[in-house]
T-cell receptor
Framework: GAGVSQSPRYKVAKRGQDVALRCDPISGHVSLFWYQQALGQGPEFLTYFQNEAQLDKSGLPSDRFFAERPEGSVSTLKIQRTQQEDSAVYLC?????????????FGPGTRLLVL | DAKTTQPTSMDCAEGRAANLPCNHSTISGNEYVYWYRQIHSQGPQYIIHGLKNNETNEMASLIITEDRKSSTLILPHATLRDTAVYYCIVRVGGATDSWGKLQFGAGTQVVVTP
């Protein structure tokens, strides 16, 4: 079946531009996570949704980062006034339920390059 | 959450078993050991997890020491497609709002050679 999809796969932005990254989770998955992965590093947690509720945004690095999931399915991560340090791969993951044995399924990521 | 320590890299011959160590000396009683891997240009992929007992699935085996301070992921017959970064993660198994997030370290870069 269809996995987690993300678009665009690659994005080049000029410094100061706003960008929007989209995540389509697996249908029916309740939980949705965003991670940021810098070159050569492991992914770092950004934010978590359970349905449309954003329950944890402790990992968002600044108020330029904003995420939403208005209907509890598709999610968008928006970065305003992009900076060079925002260059990274942005990964989205979803899981079926908020349960003990839930497994997170990751999308392929969006590679953002800020010039 | 407890932190993990893994070797930076390791090589493995195709067809042989790959044994990937992980230290988690400060693990708590309610924390599980999870393994994910990330093939180049892809998102991480779940492999296996365990609490106390050894676990096996179609991908790998997980051996956890009796004191739970370390574990080993075993890929029984490594193939070239197993070349990836392997992450050992400990995570809380309780029902808090943010228990689901994964804390990745740098992982182990495994290279399987012909």
């Amino acid at each position: 079946g269809a996995g987690v999809s993300q678009s665009p796969r690659y994005k080049v932005a000029k410094r100061g531009q706003d960008v929007a990254l989209r995540c389509d989770p697996i249908s029916g998955h309740v939980s949705l996570f965003w991670y940021q992965q810098a070159l050569g590093q492991g992914p770092e947690f950004l934010t978590y949704f359970q349905n449309e509720a954003q329950l944890d945004k402790s990992g968002l690095p600044s108020d330029r980062f904003f995420a939403e999931r208005p209907e509890g399915s598709v999610s968008t991560l928006k970065i305003q006034r992009t900076q060079q340090e925002d260059s990274a791969v942005y990964l989205c993951a979803s899981s079926l339920i908020r349960g003990l044995l839930e497994t997170q399924y990751f999308g392929p990521g969006t590679r953002l390059l800020v010039l | 959450d407890a932190k993990t320590t893994q070797p930076t890299s390791m090589d493995c011959a195709e067809g042989r078993a790959a044994n990937l160590p992980c230290n988690h000396s400060t693990i708590s009683g309610n924390e599980y050991v999870y393994w994910y891997r990330q093939i180049h240009s892809q998102g991480p992929q779940y492999i296996i997890h365990g609490l106390k007992n050894n676990e096996t699935n179609e991908m790998a085996s997980l051996i956890i020491t009796e004191d739970r301070k370390s574990s080993t992921l075993i890929l029984p017959h490594a193939t070239l497609r197993d070349t990836a970064v392997y992450y050992c993660i400990v995570r809380v198994g309780g029902a808090t709002d943010s228990w689901g997030k994964l804390q990745f370290g740098a992982g182990t870069q495994v290279v399987v050679t012909p």
